[in-house]
């Protein structure tokens, strides 16, 4: 996706704290031409992918027979799905040439949930996951790693460009970014296979979600996620 002049913000302050050379780029993921500009400014650095987080992705909350626009629905199919995909097959090959990685997918815990008045996007995140487990364990013995973040709700702007500021889980309690991220990374430089980041409440829903039968997370999920349940509260 194209984002804000955030971006270049948080260049500069990448270059002023940890006096390194970053470069921000603002391509469109929905499209090809925006993973291919991602990609060419990559190889632009003439330096190698040590290690990348693919992380770009959003959702659109709704009732998808009647509540949803099906250009937004697979505007986050374009960007949670075929981005992944085409970037990781741009950048896992050289990785695996070099022996070398890890790379990192932000999948979520709705990956493991029927996504009541969000179809689209849990169902694109169960994709991620199991993409990640996937090339995991293709890439077993390659030198190259793969990790899965799955954070619960998180204090972003996710909720709101999604349209759901009226649901339960978009006025109610978030984690802290910096704390998912943090987690994330912690992960990723351990090779662990994926982690539950967040709050000790996201993380009892993972353990939930193990043991939950589909009906009851789906049930579970509309409770959090049905427009207008944030008057529930």
Do not use: C, W
Not at 19 to 41: F, I, K
């Amino acid at each position: 996706m194209t984002e804000d002049a955030a971006v270049e913000q948080a260049a500069a302050g990448l270059r002023r704290d940890g006096g390194t050379s970053v470069v921000a780029v603002r391509a469109d993921l929905a499209t090809y031409q925006g993973v291919e500009q991602v990609y060419a400014s990559i190889l632009e650095t003439g330096r190698p992918v040590d290690a990348i987080a693919l992380n770009a992705g959003r959702g659109i909350g709704g009732d998808f027979t009647t509540g949803t626009d099906l250009d937004d629905e697979l505007n986050v199919i374009a960007v949670n799905v075929t981005s992944t995909v085409h970037l990781a097959k741009r950048v896992l090959p050289d990785m695996v040439d070099r022996a070398t990685g890890p790379v990192l997918f932000t999948s979520s815990i709705a990956s493991t949930m029927p996504g009541m008045y969000q179809a689209v996007h849990n169902a694109s995140k169960s994709f991620v996951q199991s993409f990640a487990e996937a090339l995991r364990a293709e890439l077993k013995g390659t030198g190259a790693t793969v990790s899965s973040l799955m954070p619960g709700p998180t204090d972003t702007n996710f909720f709101h460009r999604a349209e759901m500021d009226d649901t339960k889980v978009g006025a109610g309690p978030k984690d802290d970014p910096a704390l998912v991220a943090e987690q994330g990374f912690r992960a990723l430089m351990k090779d662990k296979q994926k982690v539950v980041a967040g709050s000790a409440r996201t993380r009892a829903q993972g353990v939930a979600g193990k043991v939950l039968p589909d009906k009851a997370k789906a049930e579970m999920h509309r409770r959090m996620a049905e427009p207008g349940s944030a008057s529930d509260q």
